[in-house]
């Protein structure tokens, strides 16, 4: 009995060794091609990577995860001859596309061809006899070109040979490489959509395809860069003419405008006076929503929120949608342990917090321990009993300013005031507790709201000195001092605080009844449900951090939700939700990817970031 248990025991570590080996395997190919081919978006045009077992014919047997190809048929005449396709035909996009064939066997004859076809092209013939179908046959050496009847073309190959296929869709030409070394052009005006192909007519004829799988014999990365090279010179000699003027004011008013649009008001200030422009919004103005964006990048959503509805009371009232996404980007800002609410129970006073009735206000706070994860799923499970999928038993009597009628200062943080917890669940999370992190005082958030109106100021940009207020200055120590906290809080829920996870569960039972309300009154919206799902999900992991849905945890995530309440802002000054240079931007990418889809190659090399310094 020992003995089947040790062999199953090495059995299972051949698998599991094996499994890792095939990971790391397709970790390299996918980087591989991501340099390669940087311009392929692979949802919409998926590369070759292997033969396809359905487009092949009956002699072409296929084995090593469809890499190795290998004849089993009769080989007797050229009506024995059989091909393979890859499974995808190779992209527009791709610029330059390559990949190698290494001759494992010639067999009885070496009767081989290596090349391209299109879809539907008779697959019981070599690659080059039949019209869309190219291909250089080991042999003889030719090249064939659609016909039957071959060109001198290069030497014959044989086994241990390593032939590559260089495709080039910007001018539609192909050559091919032996042993890293180029053979010069075989083919010209090549149609789009071509597939890799191989073909084989003897037997005892093996080859190993390479698409990417392992690094190329030839260097293709250093044709790829002279080509790039070649299409950037192209577009940077794109002649101007008499309009030069025209297009740089043009363009300066799109700078312009982009500046005021993200806030610089410092750089959009000097830049407008450099280029005898006017500054479309108040400098006050281009400050608040400067702050409330530095707020939200912060992950400080409770903070972001309340300021938003201070500086411009009307807004959420008419976005619900709005208010319902920065609430969900606060339920995952808590989890994180970011958000003002759940700092403020781990011993910070942020200046602004909301009303939480039943939750405490002030906790000496514990760090949690990393073995806190059963016990936290029990208790964001445990209570559920929703049809909806989401934290169930949230109640309706909401607050935070979700659906209440609280004022936003209703009550704040007091340190050292004991804990009213009692639950047992919660008591259970965190048994080991440590010194938390030094609190702070945040007073950086002090908006410039006298005589303010829907965010703009009455008063001028007195106090600024070069564009900049002593606020920032505050806000930037601050922002440093939240670096800190939020590396050393890391990878505990909540900052580590069994208070905070109190106030998180709660405030995800008010975020519950939002959503209901919301789809009550508006209708039902998926987008909200798929938010909503999301972020609850982050509570079902171990450790969320590194959860299928942990992406959501990551400070990149805070860019769309402050783009989106940055441009809703705007909207209430009569200003483009999105600024020009973006709209430029994003028209230039449309028109790269419409040419991907024509079949012009030259888009690889254009992308817009390439051009941004």
């Not at 790391?24 to 070759?48: D, F, G, S, V």
């Not at 879809?119 to 013939?125: A, E």
């Not at 073309?153 to 910007?170: E, S, W």
């Not at 207020?469 to 890391?490: G, N, P, V």
């Amino acid at each position: 009995m020992s003995g089947q248990a040790s062999g199953c025991g090495s059995l299972m570590s051949v698998v599991v060794h094996g499994d890792s080996a095939l990971n790391e395997q397709e970790k390299e190919l996918n980087q591989r091609l991501r340099r390669l081919y940087p311009a392929i978006n692979e949802q919409e045009t998926p590369l070759p990577r292997s033969w396809s077992p359905k487009d092949k014919f009956s002699y072409i047997g296929l084995s090593q995860n469809n890499l190795r190809v290998h004849y089993k048929g009769h080989g007797k005449t050229p009506k024995d001859a059989a091909s393979v396709r890859a499974t995808h035909p190779i992209p527009a996009a791709c610029g330059i596309y390559y990949f190698e064939v290494k001759i494992v066997s010639k067999g009885r004859d070496g009767y081989m061809g290596i090349g391209l076809s299109a879809q539907g092209v008779n697959m019981n013939r070599l690659p080059g006899w039949d019209k869309q179908s190219y291909g250089y046959h080991g042999d003889d050496g030719h090249s064939f070109c659609s016909s039957g009847t071959g060109q001198p073309y290069g030497p014959t190959f044989t086994t241990g040979d390593v032939i590559g296929c260089c495709v080039n869709l910007i001018n539609n030409t192909c050559f091919y490489t032996k042993n890293g070394h180029s053979l010069g052009i075989a083919f010209t005006d090549l149609p789009p959509n071509l597939y890799p192909t191989v073909g084989l007519q003897t037997p005892g004829e093996v080859v190993d395809a390479n698409f990417g799988q392992h690094p190329f014999v030839f260097d293709i990365e250093d044709y790829r860069r002279e080509w790039q090279s070649k299409i950037q010179t192209q577009i940077d000699g794109f002649p101007t003419g008499d309009r030069e003027g025209e297009w740089q004011m043009m363009i300066q008013k799109m700078v312009s405008s982009y500046l005021v649009h993200h806030g610089y008001c410092a750089t959009a200030e000097a830049f407008a006076k450099s280029t005898d422009q006017a500054v479309h919004e108040e400098l006050a103005s281009i400050k608040n929503r400067q702050k409330i964006q530095k707020l939200v990048l912060a992950g400080r959503m409770g903070e972001a929120i309340e300021t938003t509805q201070q500086l411009y009371p009307s807004l959420v009232e008419r976005n619900p949608n709005l208010l319902f996404m920065l609430k969900v980007r606060q339920f995952i800002e808590m989890v994180n342990g970011t958000d003002s609410e759940v700092r403020c129970l781990g011993g910070r006073s942020p200046k602004s917090q909301d009303s939480y009735p039943g939750s405490p206000r002030t906790f000496s706070s514990p760090s949690m321990s990393p073995s806190h994860s059963t016990n936290i799923h029990s208790l964001a499970l445990v209570k559920s009993s929703s049809s909806h999928g989401h934290l169930a038993g949230f109640d309706s009597n909401c607050s935070n300013g979700v659906m209440s009628n609280k004022t936003p200062h209703q009550s704040h943080c007091h340190k050292h005031q004991p804990s009213s917890l009692t639950t047992p669940d919660l008591n259970s999370i965190n048994n080991t507790r440590s010194q938390q992190p030094n609190s702070y005082t945040s007073n950086d958030v002090d908006m410039e709201t006298d005589r303010c109106s829907n965010g703009v100021s009455e008063l001028s940009s007195n106090g600024f000195l070069n564009g900049s207020s002593k606020h920032d200055h505050e806000m930037e120590d601050c922002e440093a001092e939240m670096e800190i906290d939020s590396t050393q809080l890391r990878r505990q829920l909540c900052g580590g605080s069994q208070a905070a996870i109190e106030l998180m569960i709660h405030f995800g039972r008010e975020l519950q009844a939002m959503s209901e309300q919301l789809r009550r009154e508006c209708g039902k919206n998926s987008t909200n449900k798929k938010m909503l799902k999301d972020a609850f999900s982050l509570l079902a992991y171990s450790d969320p951090w590194n959860s299928p849905v942990g992406y959501q945890l990551d400070s990149i995530q805070r860019e769309p939700v402050c783009s989106a309440l940055n441009s809703a802002i705007l909207e209430t000054h009569n200003l483009p939700k999105q600024p020009p240079l973006a709209q430029a931007m994003g028209q230039a990418t449309q028109c790269l990817g419409l040419m991907a889809r024509s079949g012009s190659g030259s888009c690889a090399f254009a992308a817009v970031e390439d051009y941004l310094h």
